[in-house]
């Protein structure tokens, strides 16, 4: 893969920074990649390869491309660092070939002046960010350079409709104007390297939000993601702490933030921020967005979210969804993957304690179900996830990959 043309234009007044992307090893055609903003933050855009590296090196892994050559000078800091998260990615997902080459002339750091100290936030309207934005205003003072001043918003990544995106910003806006920060849309194509949504879902989407906080090199010196899952739930990811820390560069750093709170944690962080429980966006439907709001209050999110307010006491002062009912009926009829299974067994007890019984009891009933726990054979699976941390599940599966492997070997001779 190249990297070249990396250059600064206008397009329909808009300020953008582009560059060409020319794959070497597979049949792709070259790709325009862009980062663009409003004129307001034009000068924030930096010129740098740094942002279109970021975004190409995980498509290039997954495309079995040999190298990246970039024309341009880069920061080495940024160099050592992708390298050291290219090998975890080739670790976590098996990619099995040989190591991919960052072909790049390294910027000298010495004489490398620092800009201003200027922090923002990946400021989606989640759970997850704002819970990040109040651990930031509760913990840092106003002149401190961790605190937060820019809240960054893209186009192009999951919400791709231009009506939708400007629900979201009137949203965010209002968000912003509370926190005293600036708001800024950014507008991308980045997707284009690799379309794929399982793609992004478990490998682009932490690189992705890095390569958004580079092309503001100009502005930031440091930007924070909000972490999805907390560490005693960490999974390899596109969001995780050995990823985004690792896109870090001399000018640039990237901070993975909400590692030790829970889910139910944020909630109730947040529950005492007005705003933020009437701004709040949560749901995956965008198709589903109106004017003022952005949640339809069915989808697994939103009732998972739903859920979470009503445990910290919060839900009547969050208006946000167009269904103001969670019944246990709905519990039942949600598809509940393993990654979310930790979020729901935290709601059980403190439903419980708020009056909410028949959602607490409904919530176990679900869990038991998907994890195959009802009946005898399931309260024995119950006891032993439980109390022997799955051991007699691990022992049966040793076992019988030890038969599957002794019945080839008798095959075989």
């Given at each position: 893969?190249?990297?070249?043309?990396?250059?600064?234009?206008?397009?329909?007044?808009?300020?953008?920074?582009?560059?060409?992307?020319?794959?070497?090893?597979?049949?792709?055609?070259?790709?325009?990649?862009?980062?663009?903003?409003?004129?307001?933050f034009a000068d924030a855009l930096s010129t740098s390869a740094e942002s279109f590296l970021a975004a190409s090196v995980t498509p290039a892994l997954w495309a079995g491309e040999q190298r990246i050559h970039v024309d341009t000078e880069v920061c080495p800091e940024l160099v050592e660092n992708l390298e050291t998260v290219s090998r975890q990615f080739q670790h976590w997902f098996d990619l099995k070939r040989?190591?991919?080459?960052?072909?790049?002339?390294?910027?000298?750091?010495?004489?490398?002046?620092?800009?201003?100290?200027?922090?923002?936030?990946?400021?989606?309207?989640?759970?997850?960010?704002?819970?990040?934005?109040?651990?930031?205003?509760?913990?840092?003072?106003?002149?401190?350079?961790?605190?937060?001043?820019?809240?960054?918003?893209?186009?192009?990544?999951?919400?791709?409709?231009?009506?939708?995106?400007?629900?979201?910003?009137?949203?965010?806006?209002?968000?912003?104007?509370?926190?005293?920060?600036?708001?800024?849309?950014?507008?991308?194509?980045?997707?284009?390297?690799?379309?794929?949504?399982?793609?992004?879902?478990?490998?682009?989407?932490?690189?992705?939000?890095?390569?958004?906080?580079?092309?503001?090199?100009?502005?930031?010196?440091?930007?924070?993601?909000?972490?999805?899952?907390?560490?005693?739930?960490?999974?390899?990811?596109?969001?995780?702490?050995?990823?985004?820390?690792?896109?870090?560069?001399?000018?640039?750093?990237?901070?993975?933030?909400?590692?030790?709170?829970?889910?139910?944690?944020?909630?109730?962080?947040?529950?005492?921020?007005?705003?933020?429980?009437?701004?709040?966006?949560?749901?995956?439907?965008?198709?589903?967005?109106?004017?003022?709001?952005?949640?339809?209050?069915?989808?697994?999110?939103?009732?998972?979210?739903?859920?979470?307010?009503?445990?910290?006491?919060?839900?009547?002062?969050?208006?946000?969804?167009?269904?103001?009912?969670?019944?246990?009926?709905?519990?039942?009829?949600?598809?509940?993957?393993?990654?979310?299974?930790?979020?729901?067994?935290?709601?059980?007890?403190?439903?419980?304690?708020?009056?909410?019984?028949?959602?607490?009891?409904?919530?176990?009933?679900?869990?038991?179900?998907?994890?195959?726990?009802?009946?005898?054979?399931?309260?024995?699976?119950?006891?032993?996830?439980?109390?022997?941390?799955?051991?007699?599940?691990?022992?049966?599966?040793?076992?019988?990959?030890?038969?599957?492997?002794?019945?080839?070997?008798?095959?075989?001779?």
């Amino acid at each position: 893969m190249r990297i070249e043309n990396v250059s600064f234009s206008t397009v329909d007044g808009m300020p953008r920074v582009s560059a060409h992307v020319v794959w070497e090893d597979c049949d792709r055609p070259v790709a325009d990649i862009y980062f663009e903003t409003l004129p307001a933050f034009a000068d924030a855009l930096s010129t740098s390869a740094e942002s279109f590296l970021a975004a190409s090196v995980t498509p290039a892994l997954w495309a079995g491309e040999q190298r990246i050559h970039v024309d341009t000078e880069v920061c080495p800091e940024l160099v050592e660092n992708l390298e050291t998260v290219s090998r975890q990615f080739q670790h976590w997902f098996d990619l099995k070939r040989s190591r991919m080459t960052l072909d790049v002339r390294q910027r000298p750091a010495v004489g490398t002046a620092r800009k201003p100290r200027r922090a923002a936030v990946f400021f989606s309207g989640g759970l997850d960010s704002l819970a990040a934005c109040r651990a930031n205003r509760l913990r840092y003072t106003d002149e401190h350079p961790r605190s937060i001043k820019d809240g960054i918003i893209v186009f192009g990544l999951e919400v791709e409709s231009r009506q939708a995106f400007g629900y979201v910003l009137d949203m965010l806006t209002t968000l912003a104007c509370d926190m005293d920060i600036a708001l800024i849309p950014v507008f991308t194509n980045v997707r284009a390297l690799n379309p794929d949504w399982g793609f992004w879902y478990n490998a682009h989407m932490g690189p992705a939000l890095c390569a958004v906080a580079h092309a503001l090199g100009r502005r930031l010196s440091s930007v924070t993601i909000a972490s999805d899952y907390d560490l005693p739930h960490l999974v390899p990811h596109g969001s995780h702490p050995m990823v985004e820390p690792y896109f870090s560069s001399y000018n640039l750093r990237v901070h993975y933030d909400g590692l030790t709170r829970s889910r139910l944690e944020k909630a109730r962080l947040i529950g005492g921020w007005p705003v933020a429980l009437q701004n709040l966006r949560v749901c995956n439907k965008p198709e589903s967005y109106q004017p003022g709001r952005l949640n339809c209050g069915q989808c697994e999110k939103c009732v998972r979210t739903m859920l979470e307010l009503m445990a910290v006491n919060a839900f009547e002062e969050a208006p946000v969804f167009l269904n103001r009912t969670v019944t246990p009926a709905m519990i039942h009829s949600l598809y509940m993957p393993p990654a979310v299974e930790p979020y729901y067994e935290e709601l059980v007890e403190p439903l419980a304690r708020v009056g909410r019984r028949d959602l607490s009891e409904a919530i176990a009933l679900a869990l038991a179900t998907v994890r195959g726990e009802t009946g005898l054979t399931g309260a024995i699976r119950r006891f032993d996830r439980a109390h022997l941390n799955g051991s007699i599940v691990s022992l049966k599966r040793a076992l019988v990959a030890a038969r599957n492997r002794e019945s080839r070997r008798q095959d075989a001779s």
